[in-house]
């Protein structure tokens, strides 16, 4: 016979049609007490998406860490089998300590994350009552469809304000910032750092094109690698871009990676025949044969894949030795 567990300092809240209660319970308990049905395991009544172990994990070294702070609910379903039971003159709630005692509508990598960690926290959930398999997956869709999620241009701009930031990703803000400021820049007033703006490179998009770059780099620092990339954007430009009327592609999201792809390719040639002399003009000796050899279509109409266009400019490119 498994034991009742009883919580109080609940609150009663009515939504519309729907009443739940809001408590804290240990994150022991629920770990315990909680179960999801995802939609590979039961394609008749589950709903939910696989499990990511990893962010689970994650989770788990987060809260173990001792700086772990997971303020928000988790949301239950209480089902039949856990005899819940709210107690209003007390504004407690209480139910069976058993293994599915509710089913998670929101939350369940944080309640494995719980499971996995080593610290036990108090927790805040939300809890529905007499709620039918319909309203579970509705409650879980709306939940997952209403909700928008942080940009992820927003959480890259502010982590060095939360001192989150690791070496690369200090360098690729260093980077960004420098193109974002100086005068010069062929990228001035064609970034945003924390929004998706049309016709603007955004700090992600950035982060991911220039990020494989960083061992091509070495040992240079923000501002000497600024003067070479920059450097190359415009030699891309004025030899590949211009001539065929397709500059505002340079801030295609497809494009600009495939253009920073080309970047290391380029650059040995250029290394090969004037040294480590990466001016405008040295690029643009191999910048003008390959504009004047690609398929302007390749830049104007491009798929979202990026990899088939650097392809294509570097074969552009090697033209040059056959012919």
Known sequence: MSDKVSYGSVSLVRQGDYRFYSFTMPSDVLAETCFVVNRDEDPIEGFQRELDKKRAAEIANYIDSGLGTIPSSIVLS????????????????????????????????????????????????????????????????????KQKGVPTELLLDIKKMAEYENDTEQYLRELFDTFSTENDSVLYNRLSASKREKGKITRSVFNTAVKPLVKV????????????????????????????????????????KAISGFFPIITARVKD???????????????????QRIKPAKLATPTNAYKPIVDHLEESLKQEFTL
Not at 229 to 234: H, T
């Open 78 to 145: 209480a089902q039949e089998d856990s005899d819940f039971y709210y107690d209003s003159k007390r504004k407690s709630v209480s139910f069976l300590s058993i293994n599915k005692a509710f089913l998670i509508i929101d939350g369940q990598h944080r309640v494995y994350g719980f499971k996995l960690a080593k610290t036990a926290l108090r927790i805040p959930v939300v809890v529905y009552e007499n709620l039918s398999k319909r309203d579970e997956s509705r409650l879980f869709i709306d939940i997952n469809s």
């Open 217 to 256: 780099f070495g040992n240079k620092n923000s501002d000497e690698i600024y003067e070479i990339f920059n450097s190359y954007l415009i030699a891309f430009n004025e030899g590949v871009l211009v001539p065929h009327k397709l500059e505002e592609q340079a801030f295609n999201t497809t494009v600009f």
């Open 273 to 291: 025949r004037f040294g480590a002399i990466y001016s405008v003009d040295n690029y643009y000796e191999f910048t003008e044969i390959t504009g």
